[in-house]
């Protein structure tokens, strides 16, 4: 059965897709089956992996078993696919609103996908709502990028009480710093302010790097054009901290 992560933060612009991608990318390229959810309707991952959806396909579909495998597409990347983002996928948190069992179902979904990969990233909109509720309920891991500011630190604690209130508690939860300038005090600091109080903080620390925005016009992982660039290293120590977690 697939390993799952999502990628997930209350805020937006925080690198939730930039990471997704290519934490995604170094799992295929270590050879493993690797599937990226795109669940984000601004549909930025499956740009990055050059992957539109096809014809748009009625809700009640693709909540069927097998519904989802079905519009998996391959990338041009070896070991690398992707669920992208979906027209009608809004539809789906409307429909799972009805559910008596709501915040469980999409982890049932995934369930055919499990079988097919061995490692599923999903990369999730900002925000909380019932369908962030239901992929934190549905992951294995629940990774959270943060900006080391003020805010971020209010926004991780909200996060932890909102997963306490709901019952939600991911076999992993982690957070990592990014878009780190190391120029900046606040962001030098913060991982030593919080070595206590924030114990799922991982070691890796992506630093704020051109490389990154860059991919938007090369429409590939960064770690893949640049592997040796500081910002995509970075990645890959947070990839292996992560791999680590599920050895
Ligand atoms: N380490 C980095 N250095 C520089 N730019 C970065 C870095 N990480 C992400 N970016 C850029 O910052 C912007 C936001 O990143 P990204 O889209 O990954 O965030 P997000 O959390 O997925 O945003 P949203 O909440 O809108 O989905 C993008 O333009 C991206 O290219
Ligand atoms: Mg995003």
Redesign the pocket.
Known sequence: MAQTVVLY?VK????????AVNLAALSAAAGRRTLVWDL?P?S?ASWYLQTEAGAEQPVKKLLKPKGLAAVVRPTIHNNLWVLPALPGQQAIEHHLADKKDAGFRLAKLIDPLAEQFDEIWIDA??GLSLLADNVLRAAHMVLV?MVPTHLSERTWFQLKNHLRERKIHPEHLKSFL??VDRRRTMHRDFADRHRHDMPELLEAQ?????V??Q??DRQQPSVYTEPRHP?NRAYQSLWNEIDALFA
């Open positions: 933060s937006g612009g925080v690198g939730k897709t930039a990471s984000d601004q930025a909109p900002p990028p990014t878009l992506v630093p704020y790097a051109s990154i925005e991919m938007g910002a």
